[in-house]
């Protein structure tokens, strides 16, 4: 039986308590393995090894030292590709074809893109003037924060995480990740990847656990936690906001979402509808960004509604390995359940169901897997809950709009600010509408399309801070100035 445990100090320990749950694949239900629970002393030794290693080999290191090994931890994921694709693939079930183009490679490139930005960054410096005519000097001078509690979700495991240890690292802190206790294989599989590479023991540290009154929650209240960077949904976020408050400890906070898509009459139809097509069913519908409600312009509605639906049509369930699938199953059974309660409740609320809204016929030997069916929606007032809670799944509602101003209101018309996709051909308008949209991110004739230089976060209750780029500087460092008198 294969057994996760925590890695802390560069050891693999299992749980004093003996205390294990079972993580179980999505695919038919069957166990992949046990996963040890951490308790408040596991989460203690790996935040005091993640304290320790700051003063020690790794505080010592240069920039381009650390950079230089954050580079070899990136090739070694890319050396043990298959593996990490393997593990990812069994967790949540998604299609190797997709896990390989973005998870994986991803998971790689968060740590070469960061170490990169962190060593090229200008130190920043002012001259000024003094009465004595002589001057001063201002220097910007960071210092890592120190150690990072890493909070992860299971949408895009390996991925996500690594977003935040990769910056974390090069900037020169010490992490202490709790993985999604549903998804715990690529995290400690980066374990060895760190040994192989010769990060020091106590820098990269796991725990596994869930998250109230457990592994999560001690993590996140343990005093010498420095930072707490998280990913998941909005009312996780102010508790883990609670958490920090006590002993002022600074927080970025990626949320959920209900993002917009706007299909405007001068699109590329065709375009429009790949993306909206990827930007509502991949990943079954579980990326933050995923796009939930759909807003077209009345001319068009028709004709973009018949070709969702042919396009939802084609879409092929089946295991990870199966090269004909695109469509994989939800993260869980217990997550299937969520997304179900909301497709039942669309029809209460007076939804057409255009197709799908429930559970396929997989065969015997994957029906007891976390399967659904992919879901267009339309008819629903506006004030509906399924139009303005986040789902996390493969669904999305297709509304007519007849002005530019009025789809700028219904996009805003939300407690939420994370992503908007626009699709037009006019791009003056596109710049106009980016403009009023309240989110952190819109793409224009795109979706998801990264570029790691950029800021990404959200607006409203979507989060707070932002990362990428040089960015997350302001999160993952202290920033000193240092004024030198001439
Ligand atoms: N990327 C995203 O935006 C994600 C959004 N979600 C949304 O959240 C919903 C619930 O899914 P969950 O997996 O339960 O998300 P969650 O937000 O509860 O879990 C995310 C992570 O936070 C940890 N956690 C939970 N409560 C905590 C606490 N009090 N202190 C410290 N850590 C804690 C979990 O163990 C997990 O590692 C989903 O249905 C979906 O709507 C879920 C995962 C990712
Ligand atoms: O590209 C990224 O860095 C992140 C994408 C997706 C999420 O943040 C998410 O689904 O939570």
Redesign the pocket.
Known sequence: MKEFKHFINGHYVASASGNTFENRTPVDNSLIGLVHEAGKAEVDAAVRAAHAALRGPWGALTQAERTALLNKVADRINQRFDEFLDAECRDTGKPRAMASHIDIPRGAANFKAFAETVANQPTEGFRMDTPDGRGAVNLGHRTPKGVIAV?????LPLL?MTWKVGPALACGNTVVV?????TPATTTLLGEVMNECGVPPGVFNVVHG???DSA??FL?QHPLVNAIT????TR?GE??MR?ASVGLRNISLE??GKNPGIVFADCDLEKAVEGTMRSAFVNCGQV?LATERVYVERSIFPKFLARMKEEVAKLRSGRPEDSDANFGPLVSLE?RE?VLSYYRLAVEEGATVEIGGGVPDMGAELNDGAWIEPTIWTGLPDDARVIRE?I?GPCCHIRPFDTEAEVIALANDTEYGLAAAIWTENSARAYRVAEQIEAGLVWVNSWFLRDLRTSFGGAKQSGIGREGGIHGLEFYTELKNICVKL
């Open positions: 909070i992860a979700p299971w949408n996500l709790k993985p999604s206790e549903e869930f998250g109230p999560g929650e996140t998280f990913t998941g949904e996780t508790a883990i958490a949320c959920g933050c997550h969520k986040e996390f």
